[in-house]
């Protein structure tokens, strides 16, 4: 039976996703609306963005997502999004097999980015990674921050407050709250409350 509704969401999400221009967006908005565990009245749902089970993904209000992001939270996963919330086009917050993504008011999200929750198994030599299944884990993102185009966030780490993560930055590790932070793996290179904190870092 579950598999049977599964089909019946990805055919009606398709349908809706055919819809152009503002009526698309309407149409995309009530669908979503009564599908996700929670919304806020203002839900702007691109073409082409992927959101896969729904009922284990709550929103709140004012949520944009630009064409081709994806918000994945099934097997157990979970996302919570606070309010104004914007995912630009290929974003991608997955949180599959037990992972969870916990976000907080006013931030963004660039385009490409990847804040992926769940990892593969890795910890057997003698058996392929293939075969290890997934790791669940948890990232959490504090409130006014900014992800800068094609970085990448792991499981396990926190983003604190008013913090912006520079574009092509990969967390690794805690970010603290002001910080400004970029790199491979990314380090703090700025304090926001500093006057010489890099403007645009997360572009």
């Known amino acids: 039976m579950d598999l049977l509704i599964a089909e019946l969401w990805d055919w009606i999400a398709a349908i809706a996703d055919a819809v152009p221009g503002r009526a698309g967006r309407l149409l995309r908005r009530w669908l979503y609306r009564a599908a996700l565990a929670e919304s806020g009245p203002i839900l702007s749902v691109g073409r082409g963005v992927e959101i896969a089970c729904p009922r284990n993904i709550r929103v709140g209000n004012g949520i944009y997502l630009v064409g081709g992001a994806v918000l994945r939270a099934c097997g157990n996963g979970s996302i919570v999004i606070g309010n104004r919330f914007g995912a630009n086009g290929n974003a991608r917050l997955i949180a599959d097999n037990g992972g969870s993504i916990v976000i907080g008011n006013d931030v963004m999200v660039g385009p490409n980015v990847v804040i992926r929750a769940s990892n593969h198994g890795t910890g057997r030599i003698d058996v392929p990674m293939w075969d290890q299944g997934h790791t669940g884990g948890r ?65």
Do not use: L, M
């Open 139 to 203: 990232i959490e993102i504090g409130n006014d921050v900014w992800i800068g185009a094609n970085a990448v966030v792991v499981p396990d780490v926190t983003i604190g407050a008013h913090a912006v993560v520079a574009a092509g930055a990969v967390v690794t590790r805690d970010v603290p709250e002001y910080a400004v932070v970029a790199g491979v793996p990314a380090r703090v290179i700025a304090d926001r409350r500093q006057k010489s904190a890099a403007p645009g870092a997360g572009a």
